[in-house]
């Protein structure tokens, strides 16, 4: 199984930052890797795929990069609704997937 | 709008089974891969069962496998997840989500199942 791992598992931020988190693999899995926001008691909600395609709708402060092992997740200008827990999630191996352990990004 | 709704979920006692059930509405449902995503409590998320567009294909996590069951009725734009023999690990919050291009979406808003005695 091709496990993520994610960078930091917890971050606190004020609004204005840039924020960048880090998903790593633990084989290369070329460009199959999207990036999730979860809200507290919502479902996960797509933000970027292909590693650094943005989902329709979601700004554009948000945007990915890497292919291989290594990617990121950067927000330009963090804002109030961005506080939230950020997946990635690989699928290069589909169906088989699997979401990297989270990072949950809070208000300093 | 395109939408997900699960249900379904309910409080079980360890051994029992459980059916849910995700309507789909909005989008073409018979053509898309359909998912189960789960998430315990305060936990991430995991992967569950994969079902292709016209049932061919189906697919299960090994922690699943040969107790939960998943199937699909496109005629009534519904996906289905049969979860027998449940244990205590069982418990978390079940989403269906369609394969996209390369991503889940959508998702439905969850359903928890609870399995206790």
């Known amino acids: 199984d091709i496990q993520l791992t994610q960078s930091p598992s917890f971050l606190s931020a004020s609004v204005g930052d840039r924020v960048t988190i880090t998903c790593r693999a633990s084989q290369g899995i070329s460009s199959y890797l999207a990036w999730y926001q979860q809200k507290p008691g919502k479902a996960p909600k797509l933000l970027i795929y292909?590693?650094?395609t943005l989902q329709s709708g979601v700004p554009s402060r948000f945007s990915g990069s890497g292919s291989g092992t290594e990617f990121t997740l950067t927000i330009s200008s963090l804002q109030p609704e961005d506080f939230a827990t950020y997946y990635c999630q690989q699928l290069n191996s589909y169906p088989r997937v699997t979401f990297g352990p989270g990072t949950k990004v809070d208000i300093k | 709008e395109v939408q997900l709704v699960e249900s379904g979920g309910g409080l079980v006692k360890p051994g029992g089974s459980l059916r849910l059930s995700c309507a789909a509405s909005g989008f073409t449902f018979s053509s898309y891969s359909m998912n189960w995503v789960r998430q315990a409590p305060g936990k991430g998320l995991e992967w569950v069962s994969s079902?292709?567009?016209?049932?061919?294909?189906?697919y299960y996590a090994d922690s699943v496998k040969g107790r939960f069951t998943i199937s699909r009725d496109n005629a009534k734009n519904s996906l289905y997840l049969q979860m027998n023999s449940l244990r205590a690990e069982d418990t978390a919050v079940y989403y269906c989500a369609a394969m996209a291009f390369r991503g889940f979406d959508p998702w439905g808003q969850g359903t928890l199942v609870t399995v206790s005695s």
């Open positions: 292909a590693a650094s």
């Open positions: 079902i292709s567009s016209s049932s061919s294909y189906i």
